[in-house]
């Protein structure tokens, strides 16, 4: 049915559960796992360029970190259940662009993500990527929650 699935993770706790869920579903249909965080791209505010490469270099630094430790606990949670995983770090403006384009690059056929499910004013303010990727991708999307 599905071969390889595209788990997207922020890092937060709902998506930890997304992520267990992703990789038990891989695992019954014997599919692999790709991971995918996003980081938003630095933007300079300084106004001496010595000042903006000193903070670019740390953003990097610190995004790169952020990026790997997301990241590791898919690569753990599917070594742990025998699951093939690849894992990917993208930097983007517009998440939700980033884990479509993503799953259409990798050759994903399944998107397995959590939703905050915030309703109302907060989520017509806020915005969801979850709502994004829905609207906008072609590759089918199981919501966790």
Same mark, same amino acid.
């Given at each position: 049915?599905?071969?390889?699935?595209?788990?997207?993770?922020?890092?937060?706790?709902?998506?930890?559960?997304?992520?267990?869920?992703?990789?038990?579903? $891989?695992? %019954?249909? *014997?599919?692999?796992?790709? #991971? +995918?965080? /996003?980081?938003?791209?630095?933007?300079?505010? @300084?106004?001496?360029?010595?000042?903006?490469?000193?903070?670019?270099?740390?953003?990097?630094?610190?995004?790169?970190?952020?990026?790997?430790?997301?990241?590791?606990?898919?690569?753990?949670? $599917?070594? %742990?259940? *025998?699951?093939?995983?690849? #894992? +990917?770090? /993208?930097?983007?403006?517009?998440?939700?662009? @980033?884990?479509?384009?993503?799953?259409?690059?990798?050759?994903?056929?399944?998107?397995?993500?959590?939703?905050?499910?915030?309703?109302?004013?907060?989520?017509?303010?806020?915005?969801?990527?979850?709502?994004?990727?829905?609207?906008?991708?072609?590759?089918?999307?199981?919501?966790?929650?």
């Amino acid at each position: 049915m599905y071969r390889n699935i595209l788990i997207p993770t922020d890092g937060s706790e709902l998506s930890k559960k997304a992520i267990e869920h992703g990789v038990a579903l $891989a695992k %019954a249909l *014997g599919a692999k796992v790709t #991971a +995918v965080t /996003v980081t938003m791209p630095f933007h300079i505010f @300084a106004l001496e360029p010595a000042a903006a490469i000193g903070s670019l270099e740390s953003y990097a630094q610190r995004a790169g970190e952020r990026a790997a430790n997301v990241l590791a606990v898919v690569t753990e949670a $599917a070594a %742990a259940a *025998g699951v093939t995983c690849d #894992a +990917v770090s /993208v930097e983007h403006e517009h998440p939700y662009r @980033a884990i479509i384009d993503t799953a259409t690059r990798r050759g994903c056929d399944l998107i397995v993500m959590a939703s905050h499910g915030r309703r109302g004013v907060s989520a017509i303010v806020l915005g969801s990527e979850t709502v994004k990727v829905l609207t906008h991708s072609a590759v089918p999307v199981l919501v966790y929650r």
